[in-house]
């Protein structure tokens, strides 16, 4: 029987991937893909730690964390469209316009 | 409620007139500017009729139109009441009001329409704010009318606003204005932290059971300062200055704002608060000498002016310094007394004066006019009857309410004011038929060719010139213009008699009438017999010691003083017959033997160029000087244009961080993140 | 959540189960390709499939054949894993969503077993969802074998399916919704059983076995079974494969036995749809006046009724235009399908049904 | 045991994912990393999480990912541009980025280190979505307000944004 710390562990491993990939990448979508990642592994300390407290809090909260993140990836995806119509690129590199 | 229709009526007038004016033929918009005042004239009338029907001690009828100002514990309301005082100015204001508007709507006919409009537009913009002026029940729906006939005394002296001196004339009253609405508001403000109220009753009821080393200095001191705003308002010494050249307006607004109504409203301020200046006898004291000073001042130059409405002028701050006599010796219903029947023949003189000007073609000046006797039979014959009344020839209005006064200040004990007064009414017979001898009397003198043209700066212009051109046949006042000369003649002569002395038989009706108003609200005042009655009792025989020593004195003495005084006006008369009609030569020759003394009349003592030196120029420069060139440029300006600069320059640092790369962005949060987690698992 | 595993033979019992009804979705497809030409052959006044066997019974099993033995082949361009996954993904999901789905009572395979056992594979007390959430994966399926077969007409397709059948999951789940409100559980097992409760008519009378959802929330069902057409991507919205447009939608470029899985695929999605219908609205394996103990015949048959209907509606609609079917799933069916589930809020608030 | 079973498939999915070159591979494993992760919540006795992880993340969101990937025919990571990249902008921030997350990793272990470790889950679990439904509609009713309203700005926001200029219709 695993214990709550097993599932932390599991949960920080998957963050930080997710961290990784946000910078490795070079592909907005992958990028995006990559903040999903992070997004899973707090989902999964949620739930274990409302199953280790047995309430049900935990889950309330993924499902909150869902409905963001499906806001999120409607936004970040039009945003993604409309980028690529832009400049026939998906790398965020190229998007630099706005500085200085 | 009916109250509220009073003011509204004219305000409507105004806002038809100011809107849709332009597009409005000159008799559309002179009627309806009429109708509004003359409906707001049948309210006043029923309202107070209304309030005759009350008993006495609950004479007064109160309407709260809205709930102005909250804040913590103070409230204002928009409160309109009436009580009698209130109720015979608003009498005042509306009749004479509309017998003026009609008046005008003759005299300035010859304006385009946009400026007709505008013209009426101001004046029902200036009956509505006098009539909350005198209706209001605390001091701040007080200031707004206040105000607001200051503004629109404004706009009516600078309506010619082409011409230079107008407009001048127009800021100079303003100015003086504020000077005296500043030691006004700084009286209300301090009434309120003392009695913390604004509203008239509660703070007479407070004062009159106040201890008297309570209001020994703040009393004086509030009082004093409501005084300066009086000054202000209705002319009097140090800040008369103004009314003389708010003659520049057009001649009706002359007789409305500057001798009938706007110009009593310190007097009527006085009046208002008779009990709490009854407790500050220090302050009553200054006012009484100011009153008579400005009189006798005035008077003096008024002997020699030559202009006809700048006469008029002199006269008009001379009977208010009257006034503000009465009220100083606290003889308040004397003081409104004449107030009232002044508003009369004042406006009569000037309505009759006006329709010389109209008829002459703008002619101002008096040594280029007389002979108009015949030309003019009807303004002279209603001017002649208002002399007469200025003048206080017994049987007319004049002759009742100065006589009071005199009467008053005698038995008040005070020898040199009522010396000085006597001499001034001298001189007011005087001046007033030396005008009337130079204007109708004797030959016809025409202008220096052009001086004429430049004297009428009015829109007489078109008509000025056939007017010149035969001179002969000069035109009487129009039909609208003759009613209300006539209708103010009767007035002038019949006015006088509700406040017939006791000693002519009459029962002086005017002063019971009165009583309410003047003394402290009779409830509190019993209310406040336990405590400290003693004030509060004084404060009725202040406001009522007229009465008292009216029996104490005797008739014998009033007769005897009456007598004394119609003797002094036939005097007066009589010595201007004898200078300018028997021998002019007189006249010139005494000028010539006091030249000095009569040149320094002509400058009006020199006081505006004594204030330009001594007040105006030091302002200007020191804000051209100091504040502008060094305060507002250096620091004000510095200080703005630095932090723009130096927001600028940190902007211009900070932008660096601006790489425009997503990643970057991501990085710092994500460094962020890692130290703050750091720091928690480190310490 | 799985419910324990109390004997042996009870789980090789169940083991049994699962294995008969793997092998019955099997034969369903078979018998539902001959049944489909049979009433299509009916509705146009042809006879239809009739040399292979008697009156053309052994067809399915000729075309099965047919299938295996042709070659197997693989564009170029397209790519080989995906290629190879798309149709296993769809047959999986489609297999995979009946496993949760109770077709009968409680049996003892006539006293063989010492407990009774329930006629399921699996009792997942949030079944519905399970349900939901397999058909929902089967979209992978179609769009991966419209992208990895690298040409226009399957990319096409396949984006119109996902486009599709994301349109359509929400007034299905919400129709489901509704369903769940009045069995008060996720299960659908339970949700049978409250369905085999009396039917009271008006308080006059009442028949047992026939608390049937279907009378409290038919405007559900019809949405529901729409929404099941859409999701299995039949006509009338059999978009994905609109022959006329799209030669054969996602599937042009398979062929053979990977070809013939999307076939099962559809096939069994169909009769997992109408399983679920059945219920969730028919009373499941109820039926008045029939024992429980035949409950899994009278299943069958409500099965095969819906079935009739989707062959029926293949063969007499017409297919939608692409904008319309949209149009029509956002702005009817959605606002129709939440407006219900407000309603039956509503009435189980106030009838407390 | 399935706890490590599912949790190896998450980890592993996951290092692929952003692992992959091909954009559409991603997608795909990140749906098996989810597929695990609603594994590890049946184990956690969740099985709303579990299902709504599918339905919602597998079902929906990945979908539309998809859908975009294809949409825009995702591209592979060596296009012109990066050859054109600015050197010094380009690496810098992901060498950077990574070093953090191992630094991020590191913190989380020792953070994990220093916990008292709670070793099983002794107290009763909630399964029953009763529960949870009158939990959330009461306890978070207004949090799950809010959340509804972020959904439609979110909605419109996506709307507005894809729509391209010449065809007022927008594309979903």
């Known amino acids: ?100 | 409620m009916m109250l509220l229709l009073i003011p509204l009526f004219p305000f409507l007038g105004f806002l038809v007139n100011a809107c849709i004016g332009k597009r409005l033929s000159k008799s559309a918009a002179g009627s309806v500017a009429v109708a509004a005042m003359v409906a707001s004239f049948a309210v006043a009338l029923t309202s107070v009729i209304q309030l005759a029907g009350l008993p006495e001690e609950s004479r007064h009828i109160t309407q709260t139109v809205f709930t102005w100002i909250t804040s913590g514990d103070f409230t204002a309301n928009f409160t309109l009441r009436v009580d009698p005082l209130s109720a015979l100015m608003i009498l005042v204001i509306t009749g004479i009001g509309s017998l003026i508007h009609i008046y005008s709507t003759s005299y300035m006919h010859e304006e385009p329409d946009s400026e007709y409009a505008r013209y009426f537009s101001y004046l029902n913009l200036f009956a509505s704010f006098m009539l909350v002026l005198v209706l209001g029940s605390n001091f701040l729906v007080m200031f707004v009318g206040w105000e607001g006939v200051g503004l629109c005394s404004y706009l009516l002296i600078g309506f010619y606003y082409t011409k230079k001196s107008a407009s001048d004339a127009g800021k100079k009253a303003f100015i003086v204005n504020r000077i005296g609405d500043f030691g006004f508001v700084l009286g209300v403000l301090m009434l309120f932290v003392t009695f913390g109220s604004i509203e008239f009753q509660e703070i007479a009821a407070k004062a009159a059971t106040m201890h008297p080393e309570l209001t020994f200095g703040t009393l004086s001191l509030a009082t004093l300062l409501l005084f300066v705003g009086a000054t202000g308002k209705s002319a009097q010494i140090p800040l008369y200055v103004w009314l003389p050249d708010a003659m520049e307006g057009p001649t009706p607004v002359s007789a409305l704002i500057h001798a009938a109504t706007m110009v009593t409203a310190g007097v009527y301020m006085i009046g208002r608060n008779a009990v709490l200046f009854s407790l500050a006898p220090d302050t009553l004291m200054i006012i009484a000498v100011v009153g008579a000073a400005t009189a006798f001042f005035a008077g003096t130059i008024g002997l020699v002016q030559n202009d006809i409405k700048r006469v008029l002028a002199y006269s008009t701050v001379s009977q208010l310094g009257y006034m503000f006599l009465a009220m100083g010796v606290g003889a308040y219903t004397a003081g409104i007394f004449h107030l009232y029947t002044h508003a009369f023949f004042k406006a009569l003189l000037f309505l009759g004066s006006g329709a010389v000007i109209h008829a002459l073609a703008g002619e101002q000046d008096i040594r280029h006019m007389g002979g108009l006797k015949d030309k003019l039979p009807i303004t002279y014959w209603t001017f002649l009857i208002g002399s007469l009344a200025i003048a206080g020839v017994p049987g007319l209005a004049g002759f009742f309410s100065k006589d009071e006064i005199l009467f008053k200040t005698y038995e008040g004990g005070h020898m040199i004011l009522w010396v000085v007064g006597m001499l001034t009414s001298l001189m007011t017979a005087t001046y007033m038929f030396r005008l009337v001898f130079l204007t109708f009397w004797g030959e016809r003198r025409h202008a220096p060719a052009g001086h004429g043209h430049a004297a009428h700066g009015h829109g007489h212009d078109d008509h000025g010139h056939d007017a010149h051109g035969h001179g002969d046949h000069l035109h009487d006042a129009p039909k609208p213009m003759a009613f209300a000369l006539i209708a103010l003649t009767v007035g002038s002569i019949l006015a006088g008699y509700i406040g017939l002395p006791h000693a002519l038989g009459g029962s002086n009706r005017l002063e019971k009438w009165l009583e309410p108003s003047l003394t402290a609200p009779h409830v509190v005042a019993a209310a406040g017999e336990a405590p400290a009655g003693e004030p509060a009792v004084a404060a009725e025989a202040a406001a009522e010691h007229g009465e008292e020593h009216g029996e104490a004195v005797g008739a014998g003495v009033e007769l005897g003083l009456m007598g004394l005084s119609s003797v002094v006006a036939l005097t007066g008369i009589g010595l201007a017959w004898f200078f300018f009609v028997s021998d002019p030569k007189r006249s010139e020759s005494v000028a010539q033997s006091f030249s000095g003394l009569r040149t320094v009349l002509l400058n009006k003592y020199y006081v505006d160029e004594a204030y330009n030196a001594g007040v105006v120029q030091p302002i200007r420069v020191t804000s051209e000087q100091v504040l502008w060139k060094v305060v507002d440029v250096a620091g004000i300006d510095g200080a703005v244009n630095g932090t723009a600069e130096s927001v600028g320059g940190l902007a211009e640092l900070l932008r660096r961080v601006q790489t425009g790369s997503v990643r970057a962005y991501a990085a710092s949060l994500l460094l962020g993140a890692v130290m703050v987690f750091g720091y928690y698992l480190w310490r | 959540m799985f419910n324990a595993i109390s004997s042996n033979s009870f789980f090789i019992a169940q083991i049994g189960i699962a294995a008969v009804v793997w092998f019955l979705l099997q034969i369903s497809a078979a018998v539902m390709v001959y049944f489909e030409r049979k009433v299509c052959a009916w509705l146009q006044q042809r006879v239809g499939p009739n040399r292979v066997g008697k009156a053309g019974v052994l067809q399915p099993i000729a075309d099965v054949v047919k299938l295996l033995f042709k070659e197997e082949l693989r564009p170029a361009a397209a790519d080989p894993l995906l290629f190879a996954l798309a149709p296993i993904i769809s047959a999986t999901a489609a297999f995979a969503a009946f496993a949760v789905v109770p077709f009968g009572g409680y049996t003892t395979l006539l006293g063989l077993l010492t407990e009774p056992l329930p006629l399921h594979v699996a009792d997942v007390n949030v079944a519905v969802l399970v349900v939901f959430a397999i058909t929902s994966m089967g979209v992978y399926g179609i769009v991966l074998a419209g992208w990895s077969s690298n040409s226009k007409y399957s990319l096409l397709g396949g984006l119109r399916s996902s486009a599709q059948m994301i349109s359509y999951e929400l007034s299905y789940g919400m129709a489901l919704a509704a369903v769940l409100l009045l069995g008060n559980s996720m299960s659908l097992r339970d949700i049978v059983n409250v369905q085999g409760g009396d039917l009271n008519v008006f308080g006059l009378f009442s028949i047992p076995h026939f608390r049937w959802f279907l009378f409290f929330n038919p405007l559900g069902f019809l949405i529901f079974f729409t929404a099941g057409v859409a999701e299995t991507n039949r006509a009338p919205f059999d978009f994905p494969e609109a022959e006329q447009e799209l030669v054969a939608g996602y599937h042009t470029e398979y062929s053979s036995m990977s070809f013939g899985m999307f076939f099962l695929a559809e096939y069994i999605n169909m009769v997992t749809v109408s399983a679920v219908a059945v219920d969730l609205f028919l009373g499941g394996w109820f039926f008045p006046g029939i024992p429980e103990s035949l409950g899994w015949l009278v299943f069958l048959v409500k099965i095969s009724v819906l079935l009739f209907f989707y062959l029926w509606m293949r063969w007499s609609l017409p297919r939608y235009r692409y904008d319309q079917l949209m149009a029509f799933g956002w702005k009817v069916m959605l606002p129709a399908s939440v407006l219900n589930v407000i309603a039956t809020a509503a009435a189980v608030l106030y009838f407390g049904l | 045991m399935l706890f490590y079973l599912f949790g190896a498939v998450a980890v592993i999915a996951s290092l692929l994912v952003i692992a992959q070159r091909n954009p559409v591979y991603s997608v795909l494993l990140l749906i098996t990393s989810f597929g695990a992760l609603s594994g590890l919540y049946v184990l956690l006795d969740a099985p709303f999480a579990a299902s709504i992880q599918i339905i919602v993340y597998a079902g929906a969101i990945m979908v539309l990912f998809l859908f975009v990937v294809m949409l825009l025919n995702a591209p592979h990571e060596d296009t012109d541009f990066d050859e054109r990249t600015h050197p010094m902008l380009r690496p810098g921030p992901m060498r950077f980025g990574a070093l953090l997350a191992v630094a991020l990793i590191a913190e989380l272990a020792w953070a994990l280190a220093r916990s008292s470790p709670l070793t099983t889950f002794t107290n009763t679990p909630v399964t029953s979505i009763q529960a949870l439904g009158r939990t959330l509609f009461t306890d978070y009713a207004f949090q799950f307000e809010v959340t509804s309203v972020l959904i439609l700005v979110a909605m419109v926001g996506a709307v507005v944004m894809a729509r391209r200029e010449d065809a007022p219709g927008g594309k979903r």
């Open chain 1, 1 to 100: 029987m695993p214990s709550l710390n097993d599932y932390l562990i599991l949960s920080a491993v998957l963050f930080t991937i997710g961290t990784a990939g946000v910078f490795v990448r070079r592909n907005l979508i992958t990028i995006l893909l990559s903040v999903e990642i992070m997004l899973n592994a707090v989902n999964l300390t949620f739930v274990a730690f409302g199953r280790a407290f047995g309430t049900v809090d935990g889950q309330i909260i993924v499902f909150f964390v869902m409905t963001v993140a499906a806001a999120e990836a409607a936004v970040g995806l039009a945003i993604v469209i409309a980028l690529f119509r832009h400049r026939e690129s998906l790398n965020p590199d190229a998007f630099t316009a706005l500085k200085w």
